[in-house]
């Protein structure tokens, strides 16, 4: 079964930086683009960003671009999420998902459990 | 931006059928998916492509896409079917894009 584990969450003030990682296994990690999606408290989802499976293309929601990168490690495979000039509506319980399609950007088939991210002064 | 748009609460009755809308300009020419949140866990897919099932999700999901509206159809609804739902749609202007959720209750 395909495992997806974040970590790097924490509490950490605004204007301050974050990285998260995701550690893939059990599927081809090199296959497949991956995203990451948030949570804030009590809200909905909403999708972050996505890189494709070779790390070439990149593509993010308005409110993140500019401060926020998504990148890969395809030889240790994992994801990250670095996470700049944070501002507090950027709490939220953030996923590491992969897509479902190979070499393609369609649906979320798994995702990991989450790590809790605060800004908080 | 693209938006999808679904009502926020829907209600049934155990063994009825619980149908959760999803909108959006066009949907029809996007495929559309479905996921499942229970409270404190991750989301779960239930439907992609329209309505294919990926395994292990029973039957009684079913989904569908037409027009502007795409479809969840939970038949003969359970307990264990109260939760959030959100649809999701991509094609190649729109990366990635969440409908707000439907929270089911089974009364």
């Known amino acids: 079964q395909v495992q997806l584990v974040e970590s790097g969450g924490g509490v950490v003030q605004p204007g301050r930086s974050l990285r998260l990682s995701c550690v893939a296994s059990?599927?081809?990690?090199?296959?497949?683009?991956m995203h990451w999606v948030r949570q804030a408290p009590g809200k909905g989802l909403e999708w972050v960003a996505v890189?494709?499976?070779?790390?070439?293309?990149?593509y993010y929601v308005d409110s993140v671009r500019g401060r926020f990168t998504i990148s890969r490690d395809n030889s240790k495979n994992t994801l990250y999420l670095q996470m700049n000039s944070l501002r507090v509506e950027d709490t939220a319980v953030y996923y590491c998902?992969?897509?479902?399609?190979?070499?393609?950007?369609?649906?979320?088939?798994?995702w990991g459990q989450g790590t809790v991210v605060t800004v908080s002064s | 931006s693209y938006e999808l748009t679904q009502p926020p609460s829907v209600s049934v009755s155990p063994g009825q059928t619980a149908s959760i809308t999803c909108s959006g300009d066009?949907?029809?020419?996007?495929?559309a998916c479905w996921y499942q949140q229970k409270p404190g866990q991750s989301p779960v897919l239930v439907i992609y492509?329209?309505?294919r099932r990926p395994s292990g999700i029973p039957e009684r999901f079913s989904g569908s896409n037409s027009g502007n509206t795409a479809t969840l159809t939970i038949s003969g609804t359970q307990a264990m079917d109260e939760a959030d739902y959100y649809c999701?749609?991509?094609?190649?202007?729109?990366?990635?894009?969440f409908g707000a959720g439907t929270r089911v209750t089974v009364l």
């Open positions: 066009k949907l029809a020419t996007k495929y």
């Open positions: 059990r599927f081809t990690f090199t296959n497949y683009g």
């Open positions: 999701q749609a991509w094609d190649s202007t729109t990366p990635l894009v």
């Open positions: 998902a992969k897509d479902g399609s190979v070499a393609a950007i369609t649906y979320l088939d798994y």
């Open positions: 492509q329209d309505s």
């Open positions: 890189i494709s499976f070779d790390g070439s293309k990149e």
